[in-house]
């Protein structure tokens, strides 16, 4: 509106756990396929990526980072239709995870572990584990965000 805010539509559960269901089983296919071409410098910048969300000092920088982490995983995945799938399906589900944020203030141990995980399965080139270590993360992920989801619309100022 006129004020520079916006309202977040209202959303059922089963909508938004459809879509994390849907976003599990993609983002698990490209970690599994990025596995096979993980690379020493790939690794390296996931784990900066990965300290940097440890590190974050508010949800901006946070948010940042961890979007910058799991896109280089897709991309390295070499497949972009299946980018631009999971990109949209972010989209989605964006605004209500940072709604569940707000309302936790819980931004950094949520991922730790299963990150670790991920990176770890990729330096091995461990299709299987970073398949398993992505679906993980995503449960978790998915579990956090239903548990703290409004069903009624979000007035929020845009900024």
């Not at 910048?45 to 948010?63: C, G, I, M, V």
């Not at 572990?113 to 449960?139: C, G, W």
């Amino acid at each position: 509106d006129e004020s520079g805010s916006f309202a977040l539509p209202s959303c059922s559960h089963e909508h938004v756990r459809e879509i994390l269901l849907i976003r599990r089983e993609l983002e698990s296919m490209a970690a599994a396929h990025a596995a096979k071409r993980a690379t020493r410098p790939f690794i390296s910048e996931l784990e900066s990526l990965r300290d940097l969300q440890r590190n974050a000092e508010n949800y901006r920088t946070w948010t940042a980072a961890n979007h910058a982490f799991h896109f280089q995983i897709y991309e390295a995945a070499n497949m972009p239709a299946l980018v631009d799938i999971i990109d949209e399906l972010w989209r989605e589900t964006g605004p209500y995870l940072i709604e569940a944020m707000d309302a936790a203030c819980a931004s950094n141990s949520l991922l730790r572990q299963e990150q670790d995980k991920i990176i770890s399965a990729l330096h091995t080139k461990n299709a299987r584990a970073a398949r398993a270590a992505m679906a993980d993360e995503l449960d978790g992920l998915s579990a956090f965000i239903l548990s703290n989801l409004r069903t009624e619309p979000l007035h929020r100022a845009a900024g």
